[in-house]
């Protein structure tokens, strides 16, 4: 089993910046991929960012040039920088890690953009 605790979310005007952070129970080498997802009010979870073993990244389009996602050398923490944040970023965020073929979930953290 893996267990993810995230924290950092907050509230921030928009064109701010916040940084998120995920830190597994086990080193993240060992997973498979490990990823944001988040879920505004009404609308279904989307995947934000993830973040494979070997380091590859993938974004979503709405995102693109403003999240950056990364981890720690020890492999247990994984961030997700977010840059010129807008309104239409505020959900909460998850953490989600595939270890094993299992997708596993962190309480998610909760982002709001707003003047």
């Known amino acids: 089993q893996v267990q993810l605790v995230e924290s950092g979310g907050g509230l921030v005007q928009p064109g701010g910046s916040l940084t998120l952070s995920c830190t597994a129970s086990?080193?993240?080498?060992?997973?498979?991929?490990m990823a944001w997802y988040r879920q505004a009010p009404g609308k279904e979870r989307e995947l934000v960012a993830r973040i494979t073993t070997g380091g590859s990244t993938t974004y979503a389009d709405s995102v693109k040039g403003r999240f950056t996602i990364s981890r720690d050398s020890a492999r247990t923490t994984v961030y997700l920088k977010m840059n010129s944040l807008k309104p239409d970023d505020t959900a909460v965020y998850y953490c989600n890690a595939l270890y094993r073929n299992i997708a596993y979930w962190g309480q998610g953290t909760q982002v709001t953009v707003s003047s």
């Open positions: 086990r080193t993240t080498f060992s997973i498979q991929t």
